[in-house]
Each structure stands twice: as C-alpha cells, then as structure tokens.
C-alpha cells in the first residue's frame, strides 16, 4: 500500500468510528429522553384515566368544576390545549396536552379483556397520550422526531365480595372509631375493611384492629389466615400503629370508595298481615315459657325479662325500634317451614324513628335471610331515608350474629344532609361474633368489647368499584 493510501484508510477508519460514536451517545441521550417522557405519559394517561371513572362513578362527571358529559352512547373525544374536562385537565396537571407536539385522546371501550365491567352506561374509560419529541445526535443518522405513547384504562367493576366492614359516610372524621375496644376479622376476602369517607382523619383508631388472621386463607376460625387489607378513602396517609395486617395484608389509601352493595334493593312493602306473638314451652324452648313471634307489622319488638323465638320471615318496626333489655333473650325458633321471603332466616326492618338496641344484659343469637334469597343475607336493614340514629349492640350479654348489619342513609342522603346518617355502637363488655359483614355509615366502639367478624357463614355481596385496570 502507498503511503498516501495508508492516510486515507486511516481517515476513512477515524470517520467510521465518529459515526459510531455519535450513534452510541445519540441513542444514549435520546434513549433515555424518551424513556423518561414514557413513564411520564404513563402517568399522566393513568392520572387522566382515574379521575375520569372517579367523577362517573360518583355521577359527578358533568357537574364537578372541570364537566365531561359522556352521553348515550358516549362519545370519543381528543383534548384540546385549554381543555377543562376532567381527564384533560388532570393529563395536563401530569405535564401532557398543553403542546401543540401533545395528543390526548379520550375514548369509552365496551369491554375490556380479563374484567367483568359492570352494568353502568358508562363502564370504562381509556386514555390514550401521545408526544412527538425532537431528537438530538441521533438525527444525524435517521430520524429527527420520535414519539412516545402511553395508555391507561380505568373502569367500574363488579366484585363478588365479602367485606366485613364497610363503612359508608363519604366525607366526616372518624367514621371508624375504636376506643378501648378491639375488633378482629377471621376470614373472608383479601380486603376485610373498607372506609369510604375523604376525610383526612377518617379513622380514629387507638385499639387494636387485628386483621392477621383474616383473608381468604382463614376458614373463619383465626387459624390460618396470612392478613387481609385495610382500605381507607381519606386518611391518615399511613397504618395506624394498632392496626396488625398480618403478613401479607396492606393498608390501601387512597382507596376508590365502594358502593353501597344493598343500594338497589328496593325497601321492604309494609306487610298486610299485623305480627303476633304466643306463649310456648317444650322443645325450641330453653326456660320454662318463651314468647314465640311471627313474621309481621309491628309497632315495636322490645325483649325483656323473656326469651323470644322468632320464626322465619320478614319484621316490620314502624315506631318503636327493635332490641332487648335486661334478661330479654333473642333465639331462632326451630322446626318452623322456610320463609318465600327470607329463607331459613329472618330479616327485621326498621323504620319510624326507632333503633336496633341489643345487648343489656341479655343475649341474642339470630341468623338472616338466606344468601341466595331476595334480601341477600340481610338480618337488620335500616331504613335509608330515616333520620339520624344510634344502634347499639353489647352491654354485658352474648351477641351471635349470621347475617349482615344493614345500618346505613343513602349516600345521596349523606351528601344531601351530612349529618343525616346512621351510627353503630359496639359496646359494654359483651364478646360480639358477626357470622357476616356490617354495612352502616359509621361505627364507634367503647368499653372493653372484643367484636369478631367470622365469614365463614357470610353471605356474598356483589360490589361495583371503581379503579385502573390497565
């Protein structure tokens, strides 16, 4: 080779290696610039997404301060860059869609692959983000534009659940309130607690909530069970120090609120046939004479000084509440038929002003509609349209409980009238089983009580919540 060819080989060498060099730092530089716009996009499309279900599940979309009215059926949409609807402005909040270079695309998919959405005109939500970035060095060798795109989808789910304790208030402080009293969930789904108020102190924990041995590993008998979750709307922003998740449990906030899973059950029909009561003995009986109630209107049920049997069907309290008093035992009657309504079991509606008072220094052991019948598994159901009150159960007896606690206002009532809703008081110093789940607006609990939810004979609710799905 000449000398001269030698030089130009050597210049053809440096030339090949600078355009390497350049491709490695470009796509270096370049690379990471738009992996760091991805998980950006990722955040804002998930942002966009959650906020836009949040605002349709609580039927707030088209009338909060940033409206999107979704429309029958709804309809496709891309941001603008002054856009105020509420997924625009919440992408735009993540620091997408107020470029020219920014596409945000809102869309309504039918279905969506892996989940069961519920029945809501409006199911689900996707957003789509999309940015064209300018390249650096690596324009040198190709393009100079990339894009990144990213997408979230949210929806409203339907969930066979069986949640313990849920309790339904959607903004007051210390909706769950503990006292000097414990509570204990054996069993059950991965989430045993659920607190819909926003509040930032909607808990007022200070004894212990032992959920170690909850969760679906737990047949209901605190043997085996791993921790179920512990799941808040509001705050505070972390567990409180006695709440024991177990090992695998977690405390979820913030967590979408879960509907009411009794909200479209229709109220009971005040029944034709006024209740009766009459005095037996023998088997069924435990005591020499007991007072046996049928299924009927009544003005108000108060057990004292007496042991009630209570045959199968649905009780209707007009006036006067429901409960027992001192040495008033509550019991199921037995070798009764089925009721059409209820079941093996029995439901107690309450309406009129009156309260569920049991506890004082009497005992209760009653079992609810069956799962698989119109009420669902309901043993007390509150009316939902009725003025504020406190129920109370414990007070120095034994209270076995099968069934669900229905002790909550309509949430449109609540947020109508926020002082409008039903409380439940676990107190005294009885040991209180729920063979269930409770649902009211808020619960307190006092004294030295130690509440056991057991969800081996729960009944299974169907829920709807809100939350991102891809």
């Not at 959607?170 to 509040?199: H, Y």
């Amino acid at each position: 080779m000449r000398t001269g060819e030698k030089g130009q080989a050597v210049l053809l060498v440096i030339l090949g290696l600078s355009l390497f060099l350049i491709g490695a730092l470009g796509l270096a530089i370049d690379g990471s610039q738009m992996y760091a716009h991805r998980q950006m996009a990722q955040t804002a499309a998930d942002g966009a997404a959650e906020a836009g279900i949040m605002s349709i599940f609580t039927g707030t979309n088209a009338t909060s301060p940033s409206p999107f009215a979704t429309g029958s059926p709804p309809t496709a949409f891309n941001c603008t860059t002054t856009d105020t609807r509420t997924p625009c402005v919440y992408a735009l909040r993540n620091g997408f869609g107020g470029a020219a270079n920014d596409t945000v695309a809102i869309d309504y998919p039918a279905t969506v692959a892996g989940v069961t959405l519920s029945s809501d005109p409006v199911p689900a939500i996707r957003v789509t983000v999309t940015r064209t970035l300018n390249t650096g060095l690596i324009r040198f060798l190709g393009s100079s534009i990339s894009s990144v795109r990213a997408i979230g989808v949210a929806a409203i789910v339907n969930q066979s659940n069986r949640v313990p304790l849920l309790i339904t208030h959607p903004t007051f402080p210390g909706t769950l309130a503990n006292g000097s009293a414990s509570l204990k969930v054996c069993g059950g789904p991965t989430r045993s607690i659920q607190v819909n108020s926003d509040n930032a102190i909607a808990l007022a924990i200070s004894k212990l909530v032992d959920l170690s041995h909850a969760g679906p590993n737990d047949p209901g008998d605190c043997t085996t069970g791993t921790g179920g979750d512990f799941a808040v709307f509001g705050g505070p922003a972390t567990a409180p120090p006695t709440l024991n998740l177990g090992a695998v449990g977690r405390y979820d906030q913030p967590a979408s609120p879960q509907r009411d899973p009794y909200e479209n059950l229709p109220a009971p029909a005040i029944p034709s046939v006024p209740g009766n009561t009459t005095v037996v003995s023998g088997p069924g009986c435990p005591v020499l004479q007991c007072t046996l109630y049928s299924p009927g209107l009544y003005s108000t049920i108060m057990v004292k000084n007496d042991t009630a049997l209570f045959k199968p069907g649905l009780y209707y309290i007009n006036s006067g509440g429901f409960g027992n008093q001192a040495n008033g035992n509550m019991l199921m009657a037995s070798g009764f038929p089925p009721d059409s309504q209820t079941g093996a079991g029995m439901v107690v509606y309450n309406t009129g002003g009156g309260i569920f008072d049991l506890g004082s220094n009497s005992n209760a052991n009653l079992v609810g509609a069956d799962n698989t019948s119109v009420y669902g598994g309901i043993l007390f159901f509150q009316d939902r349209n009725g003025a504020a009150r406190t129920h109370n159960l414990g007070g120095g007896g034994s209270i076995i409980l099968t069934g669900t606690l229905y002790m909550t206002n309509s949430l449109t009532v609540m947020q109508n009238q926020p002082t409008q809703y039903q409380m439940l008081n676990l107190g005294g110093n009885a040991g209180i089983l729920i063979n269930g789940s409770i649902v009211v607006g808020a619960l307190t609990m006092a004294g030295t009580s130690f509440v056991t939810f057991n969800l081996a004979a729960g009944p299974f609710l169907t829920t709807r919540r809100a939350g991102l799905v891809r």
